[in-house]
């Protein structure tokens, strides 16, 4: 179990990066119509990867090379009120307009899961993506 969870925190983390920053190329051009953009990008190397993962992670696991499934969900909130109040705000939007099936599904269906608040740090508006395998 201890796995899953680090490689549900490296998928969002990376995933965030490499829509969001320059860290992996400018990929600016092939993410500006594309919300889930870098969800399936994997760094190449255990070297790119080894941040993101708890020490000592590498000696007992491989490259991470694919999620073996999951769900990914992207919304926005407000940039200036508290995160539990972002999250539970981006999971109600979901849930007034969809219903638990649809983006919300995989929160209530799924046991493991994470979610990242992207605030670029301009504007009032912070993106919310999330992960569920």
């Known amino acids: 179990m201890h796995e899953l969870y680090g490689i549900i925190c490296f998928l969002i983390a990376r995933g965030q990066e490499y829509r969001l920053t320059t860290k992996w190329g400018d990929n600016s051009a092939k993410c500006s119509e594309d919300a889930h953009c870098g969800g399936s990008f994997y760094p190449p190397t255990i070297e790119e990867q080894a941040p993101y993962f708890p020490s000592g992670y590498f000696d007992t696991n491989s490259l991470c090379v694919s999620s073996g499934g999951g ?59 999330g992960k569920w395998l």
Do not use: M
Request: hydrophobic letters at 35%.
């Open 71 to 129: 769900a990914e969900g992207i919304g926005s909130t407000n940039a200036d009120i508290p995160w539990a109040i972002k999250i539970a705000r981006s999971q109600c939007n979901y849930i007034a307009t969809e219903g638990i099936t649809g983006h919300p599904g995989p929160f209530f269906e799924r046991t493991i899961g994470a979610l990242n608040v992207w605030y670029d740090g301009t504007g009032n508006s912070a993106t919310v993506r």
